[in-house]
């Protein structure tokens, strides 16, 4: 049974023991790269673990991120992923661009992680669920749906208006065309926004796809696919990745049809309702129109890098930016 939202809450934010003695003498953790990583435990404990996103399960970091390593114990019960890139020979922590954030799987204290984190990471540019790191510098909202707030009207005057338009949403297990709208609607257009980043989100559709969790909702009109929104069912969540249309498709409602789809499909299979959350304020109102509430995630910024190392990469993005 879908959990209530304010459930979900709760149990985001305490799927952790805060006997930090009990399980210092349980646990004994250790860093594991992707290669040595046994793939199928790490998956059995995402599952097992309440409320957890899709983020952390090796098919998608495998896609969507440069490379990864876990800091896992022994039988693992409990553990943390760590997405990193590679520059100057120089490990980076990051938040691949296609994940919110990383959470903490098991019942275990969050700073328990802490120590070997900064011991094999220098230069840490993540996002967390929980407080891993201790004191953050900055704190994120996500929104969830919370299926006992009321609609603002101006949903049903979007939808009313995608009707009248013509316009029909399907749910459909070709997510091509709705991808290839979406690719050409952000390539280049947002920072990080690339052909590179892109291939690396086709593919964690595909391998979504593959894992029968794909959901794609897709916007029609005469017969012609116009857009939609594709979203991945995982752990009793469904989450919204990405969406796109026309500029002349949305302003006729067709996203808010499209996202009206993926809730009415998320409240039928008793599913929580991810909207992927945005710092894009426009994006964030959009969300609460439909009934979405916020849910805060940590944002870290540690640079204990050498002085060389932080100037290299204070110039490139200079340089970046003038390019």
């Known amino acids: 049974m879908r959990k209530p939202f304010h459930k979900l809450q709760d149990s985001k934010m ?136 009321k609609r603002k009207g101006q949903v049903n005057r979007m939808l009313n208006k995608s009707k009248r338009a013509g316009y029909e949403v399907q749910s459909t297990e070709n997510w091509e065309p709705v991808f290839e709208i979406l690719y050409t609607q952000l390539n280049g257009k947002f920072t990080g926004m690339t052909d590179v980043s892109l291939q690396r989100l086709k593919q964690a559709y595909s391998n979504a796809q593959e894992a029968g969790l794909l959901r794609t909702f897709e916007i029609v009109g005469e017969e012609t696919c116009l857009g939609g929104v594709i979203c991945i069912e995982k752990n009793g969540q469904l989450l919204y990745s990405k969406g796109a249309c026309s500029v002349e498709v949305r302003d006729q409602g067709g996203m808010y049809a499209a996202m009206d789809a993926a809730i009415s499909y998320a409240n039928a299979n008793e599913l929580t309702f991810d909207f992927g959350g945005s710092r894009v304020e426009g994006v964030r109102r959009f969300n609460h129109a439909f009934g979405g509430e916020d849910l805060e995630y940590f944002s870290y910024r540690i640079d204990k890098s050498p002085r060389w190392f932080r100037w290299v990469r204070r110039l490139k993005k200079r340089w970046g930016k003038k390019s």
Request: aromatic letters at 12%; proline letters at 2%.
């Open 14 to 149: 305490s799927n952790v023991s805060h006997d930090h003695s009990l399980y210092s003498r349980r646990m004994s953790f250790q860093l594991i790269e992707r290669k040595d990583l046994d793939a199928q435990k790490w998956d059995n404990l995402v599952d097992q673990t309440e409320g957890v996103s899709v983020f952390t399960s090796s098919f998608y970091l495998d896609a969507v991120a440069e490379n990864w390593c876990v800091v896992v114990n022994d039988d693992y019960s409990a553990g943390l992923a760590l997405p990193y890139t590679i520059r100057a020979r120089r490990k980076i922590l990051y938040t691949p661009i296609f994940a919110s954030y990383l959470e903490v799987l098991g019942s275990v204290d969050p700073s328990l992680f802490k120590e070997i984190i900064l011991k094999n990471f220098k230069t840490i540019e993540i996002e967390f669920r929980q407080d891993v790191l201790g004191s953050a510098s900055d704190v994120f909202v996500t929104q969830f749906l919370n299926t006992d707030k």
